[in-house]
């Protein structure tokens, strides 16, 4: 078995307890150009501060549903989908928006589709960043975890069958590998020597639940060898090193060899959603992460060492926080979905569901005062609470 | 043109769309060297290879979503069940991804599931299942369960074309045992269509699958016995039903039996009979009644099986207690 990378500090004991934050293992870097380098510091900083005008737009009850942040996992997240190139495939989780926005996934979609718009990529249908696109390669997940390591198998199925040069990359949580989907996605990807790279990002909890009550393997590269496929581990904290163990992967993938398991050991700093307090969390173990071993900081310090100036960084700074100002102004002026689009599309054919009789010739049924409060801002305008 | 049988009509349609469709791919268990557990898919491995007729683990969560996945990039796969009965392990995949694709994500899933299904043959709790209802429940899935040859034949071409995802319900009871002339050139059969197999004026028996012969074998009788005239439709789509089938039907004759061979609570009886009460209330003259299973799981010993599966002599007296109400 290839099992590289396992050189990146960060492994079992920091995710088993969660508790010691990897030792920040700085390399340089030759592969990537300067020009590469502060992309990857573009996609992080668009990451964190897109979270944060929706942790604000969440504040004013202008986001429908929940929301789900990668605090602290910015660097697996954009590191990851940085190895991919423009005709591959990934297929997001939940921590997953730096992944996406790198594939092309705008912070305008984003915003819509938290603001649940109607001219959001899902149009209403689906929360948060439940959204994909095939031109662009990135595949919608959905909530069943592990799920879409079978349907990943099936889209690099396909890519082998057409012999296209392509790859796709799957991205589970460290509970997501408890599940029946997960084994078989992965086992089946094995068997048929698809291009799959399986991204396992440990972030030490899952919701509420520790690692350490999801599974008795010391450590999810463990798991490999079970299905006779190479591993990959990498500080997930580590944009570069992130990339990199990735990018091994994603090579073998093209040039045939199979499924690789990539771990990357990173730890989730937020809830699993923002209104999750984490009082499961050991006292002063989220603060530790966020002032040792914070990836937007520590990737900071290595690109100032490696000489890049301040103004470069903060010109991008700039760009990032333009670029979602403009988003968020196009996004709040979106309008709501028509409720007849709710009976479109479920088949091809026949493309619509006819209204139950007793809403035919209506375009809107429920009054804005009859809408439980805790529905969030969809009426939000309306009661003034703005 | 010679008759073959309900089974083989299945492996011409698969022969037939694979060879008009380089995207039509097979996969599941034990379908390629060994042919399938009932030989449905002999010889396609010898024809179209391994990459497009594939052996896989026994992992029905991974075959349905692989076939997902592979659908979304164009392909057009036909997974096979080895039962159907095993279809409950992907009933997340086809429920929760399948079947949500296209109004989610606006994702194409064009695939098939198809496999041998029902009773009637002794093969207990489960190898004998119809598990059609719960997926006749799920927005998102078209479902058909053919009674013939020919619309075996012509309903997975149809499957097999459609943009979405089809569940194909083989009878095994009727894998050797119905045989059919295929009509010419490329038959296809559309889906959502009923069929009228048999026509009468005095009662309808609506039903599906294998209890159409229970259907017409009892509607013999009754002409034979008591003078009376049975229709009988036979629904092959269960997702879409025919509503318009339905009705005919039952403006013309104004008393409806249903009978099928799933259970009876929460089976397709009691929405049929739900349509036909708001749809057609003031055309009855009798209630709607039913013939189903009893709802106990399906035993394995020939006296349990065919106490507890309708059969001809219930629909018998089912329907003269109908023609007399």
Redesign the interface.
């Known amino acids: 078995m290839a099992r590289t990378g396992t050189k990146t500090s960060g492994g079992r004991g920091a995710r088993r307890s969660a508790a010691a934050p990897p030792a920040a293992v700085e390399e340089r870097d030759a592969t990537l150009s300067e020009a590469q380098r502060l992309d990857l510091y573009y996609w992080m900083r668009l990451t964190r501060s897109l979270e944060e005008r929706l942790v604000n737009l969440y504040r004013q009850t202008k986001v429908v549903g929940g929301l789900f942040r990668s605090l602290g996992q910015e660097a697996d997240a954009v590191g990851s989908a940085y190895a991919l190139r423009r005709e591959d495939v990934l297929s997001p989780l939940i921590r997953n928006l730096g992944s996406m926005l790198v594939k092309g996934a705008t912070p305008v979609e984003i915003l819509k589709q938290y603001m649940a718009k109607g001219d959001s990529p899902t149009r209403g249908r689906e929360l948060n960043i439940h959204f994909g696109d095939t031109e662009r390669g990135f595949i919608g997940q959905i909530s069943p975890l592990g799920d879409m390591v079978p349907v990943m198998a099936g889209v690099t199925l396909s890519f082998k069958m057409r012999g296209q040069s392509r790859v796709g990359l799957v991205y589970v949580g460290d509970g997501a590998t408890s599940t029946g989907a997960f084994h078989e996605g992965i086992n089946f990807a094995a068997v048929q020597r698809c291009p799959l790279v399986v991204v396992v990002e440990s972030n030490g909890y899952a919701y509420s639940t520790p690692t350490s009550k999801q599974t008795l393997a010391a450590q999810f590269v463990d798991k490999a060898p079970g299905y006779g496929i190479a591993a990959e581990q990498a500080d997930g904290n580590d944009v570069i090193a992130t990339y990199e163990a990735t990018k091994r992967a994603v090579d073998r993938a093209r040039r045939g060899e199979g499924v690789t398991l990539v771990e990357l050991v990173t730890y989730r700093r937020k809830g699993h959603a923002e209104h999750d307090n984490q009082s499961y969390v050991p006292a002063g173990e989220i603060e530790r992460w966020e002032r040792e071993n914070d990836p937007i900081t520590r990737y900071l310090a290595r690109l100032r060492n490696e000489g890049v100036r301040d103004d470069a960084l903060a010109a991008i700074d700039a760009r990032v926080a333009r670029e979602i100002d403009e988003a968020t102004d196009i996004a709040e002026r979106s309008g709501v979905p028509d409720a007849l689009d709710a009976l479109v599309g479920v088949y091809a054919d026949p493309p619509a569901e006819r209204p139950l009789w007793y809403r035919e010739g209506q375009s809107a049924v429920v009054d804005v005062h009859e809408r439980a409060q805790g529905w969030g801002t969809y009426d939000a305008p309306a009661r003034g609470a703005d | 043109m010679a008759e073959i049988t309900y089974l083989e009509a299945i492996r011409e349609a698969l022969f037939e769309e694979m060879e008009r469709d380089a995207d039509v791919?097979c996969l599941g268990e034990d379908i390629g060297a060994y042919g399938g557990a009932f030989k449905v898919t002999d010889g396609l491995l010898a024809k179209y290879g391994e990459?497009?007729v594939?052996d896989?683990?026994i992992?029905?969560?991974?075959?349905?979503?692989?076939?997902?996945?592979?659908?979304?990039?164009?392909?057009r796969?036909v997974v096979e069940m080895q039962f159907i009965d095993f279809i409950a392990n992907a009933y997340?995949?086809l429920t929760?991804?399948v079947a949500?694709a296209?109004?989610?994500?606006?994702?194409?899933c064009p695939m098939v599931v198809r496999g041998p299904s029902g009773g009637y043959v002794r093969g207990g709790p489960f190898h004998s299942q119809n598990p059609e209802a719960g997926f006749v429940h799920t927005?998102?899935l078209?479902v058909v369960y053919p009674s013939t040859a020919e619309d075996a034949k012509g309903l997975l071409k149809a499957a097999i074309r459609?943009?979405?995802c089809v569940l194909f319900f083989e009878h095994k009871y009727l894998y050797r045992r119905i045989k059919g002339e295929m009509p010419g050139g490329d038959h296809v059969v559309p889906i959502g269509k009923a069929r009228l197999a048999r026509e009468g004026d005095d009662l309808s028996i609506i039903t599906y699958a294998a209890t159409v012969y229970k259907a017409l074998e009892a509607a013999e009788q009754l002409e034979r016995e008591d003078g009376l005239s049975v229709e009988v439709l036979d629904l092959r789509s269960l997702a879409?039903l025919d509503d318009d089938a339905i009705d005919a039907t039952v403006k013309k004759t104004n008393r409806v039996l249903i009978v099928h061979e799933d259970t009876r609570t929460g089976g397709l009886a009691g929405e049929i009979t739900a349509r036909i009460n708001e749809r057609c209330f003031e055309w009855l003259d009798a209630p709607v009644l039913r013939v189903t299973a009893h709802d106990v799981p399906l035993p394995y010993a020939p006296s349990l099986e065919d106490f507890v599966l309708p059969q001809t002599a219930d629909v018998v007296l089912a329907a003269r207690r109908l023609a007399a109400y």
């Open positions: 791919f990459s497009r594939i896989t683990p992992s029905e969560i991974g075959i349905v979503g692989a076939a997902a996945g592979a659908a979304h990039m164009g392909m796969p997340d995949m929760n991804y949500t296209r109004y989610r994500a606006f994702l194409p927005p998102g078209k459609d943009d979405d879409p």
